[in-house]
């Protein structure tokens, strides 16, 4: 079973670790009043100063785990139960720096009981499984409505006046993921160990991730009209409405409404600028 691919994309990693941020400082201003056992709290008063140090490790224990999470994927794959120990891993370094913190500093003579140990998994699975759950479900959903999409454009694809322009497109396992044609697409961006394909579908601008590397696709897409132009992006040159100058930097304005600026680095500059002049040509 795989891990929704958008849990393991970079901005989901760190978006995670805010939403986490923010709910657990609303959770705990709602839970303490109607707690009798827990100590965290944000009143001025002796809990406040051990409240904020407990809140920055936690804090600090997520950033290293995703920021871990992040390398590790880059070479190996995440598949669900990995994901689902690392995610526990967690909660137990979590909930083991509220024991100590528990023991040592707020009742250094409480005995270490069962019951102390539920209190502490109750509160510290209920400040992390609620933004895992959400956050889920938000990728889930993501990558199935991406799938769909992409399942339509395959079928498109397959239709025999354009199966000559066709492109496809084989993850970091050599699988078939999405097949579409050149005139589709308008960039590609990558992202660490994944690229993001946008596509055009109906009118709209739709994206499809996929875990692959930049500089595979680079040479796949040799002799078409997808052509690097920045450390993370291809951009589909056809698609070109502007070659636009913002002070020292360059963009390529696509001709879709919805499609951003694309970066133009140095280093592609010239390259870009002899594939634009042959098509203006």
Same mark, same amino acid.
């Given at each position: 079973? *795989?891990?929704?691919?958008?849990?393991?994309?970079? *901005?989901?990693?760190?978006?995670? @670790?805010?939403? @986490?941020?923010?709910?657990?400082?609303?959770?705990?201003?709602?839970?303490?009043?109607?707690?009798?056992?827990?100590?965290?709290?944000?009143?001025?008063?002796?809990?406040?100063?051990?409240?904020?140090?407990?809140?920055?490790?936690?804090?600090?224990?997520?950033?290293?785990?995703?920021?871990?999470?992040?390398?590790?994927?880059?070479? +190996?794959?995440?598949?669900?139960?990995?994901?689902?120990?690392?995610?526990?891993?967690?909660?137990?370094?979590?909930?083991?720096?509220?024991?100590?913190?528990?023991?040592?500093?707020?009742?250094?003579?409480?005995?270490?009981?069962?019951?102390?140990?539920?209190?502490?998994?109750?509160? $510290?699975?209920?400040?992390?499984?609620?933004?895992?759950?959400?956050?889920?479900?938000?990728?889930?959903?993501?990558?199935?409505?991406?799938?769909?999409?992409?399942?339509?454009?395959?079928?498109?694809?397959?239709?025999?006046?354009? $199966?000559?322009?066709?492109?496809?497109?084989?993850?970091?396992?050599?699988?078939?993921?999405?097949?579409?044609?050149?005139?589709?697409?308008?960039?590609?961006?990558?992202?660490? *160990?994944? @690229?993001?394909? +946008?596509?055009?579908?109906?009118?709209?601008?739709?994206?499809?991730?996929?875990?692959?590397?930049?500089?595979?696709?680079?040479?796949?897409?040799?002799?078409?009209?997808? @052509?690097?132009?920045?450390?993370?992006?291809?951009?589909?040159?056809?698609?070109?409405?502007?070659?636009?100058?913002?002070?020292?930097? $360059?963009?390529?304005?696509?001709?879709?409404?919805?499609?951003?600026?694309?970066?133009?680095?140095?280093?592609?500059?010239?390259?870009?600028?002899?594939?634009?002049?042959?098509?203006?040509?």
């Amino acid at each position: 079973m *795989n891990t929704p691919k958008y849990l393991l994309q970079k *901005n989901f990693l760190w978006g995670s @670790v805010a939403f @986490v941020a923010v709910f657990s400082l609303l959770f705990l201003l709602i839970y303490h009043p109607f707690s009798e056992t827990a100590w965290l709290g944000f009143k001025p008063d002796e809990t406040l100063a051990p409240t904020l140090f407990f809140y920055l490790v936690s804090i600090a224990i997520l950033l290293i785990s995703r920021a871990l999470m992040q390398l590790y994927q880059i070479r +190996r794959t995440l598949h669900a139960g990995r994901y689902l120990l690392w995610i526990f891993g967690e909660f137990v370094l979590i909930a083991a720096a509220y024991l100590l913190f528990t023991t040592l500093y707020i009742e250094p003579d409480i005995p270490l009981t069962a019951g102390l140990l539920l209190r502490t998994s109750f509160c $510290v699975a209920m400040i992390l499984a609620i933004p895992y759950a959400i956050f889920t479900l938000i990728a889930s959903n993501r990558s199935k409505s991406e799938e769909i999409n992409a399942l339509k454009l395959n079928q498109e694809s397959e239709k025999p006046a354009s $199966v000559a322009n066709v492109i496809p497109f084989y993850d970091y396992n050599g699988i078939l993921r999405l097949s579409v044609s050149a005139d589709n697409i308008f960039y590609i961006a990558s992202q660490d *160990n994944y @690229v993001e394909i +946008r596509y055009e579908l109906g009118g709209k601008l739709l994206n499809y991730l996929m875990r692959c590397r930049t500089t595979r696709l680079e040479k796949q897409l040799e002799g078409t009209s997808l @052509v690097r132009c920045h450390r993370s992006y291809i951009v589909n040159v056809e698609k070109v409405t502007l070659f636009k100058r913002e002070g020292a930097r $360059v963009f390529l304005v696509l001709s879709h409404p919805d499609a951003k600026k694309i970066p133009v680095s140095k280093s592609y500059y010239k390259t870009i600028a002899e594939h634009l002049g042959r098509i203006a040509s």
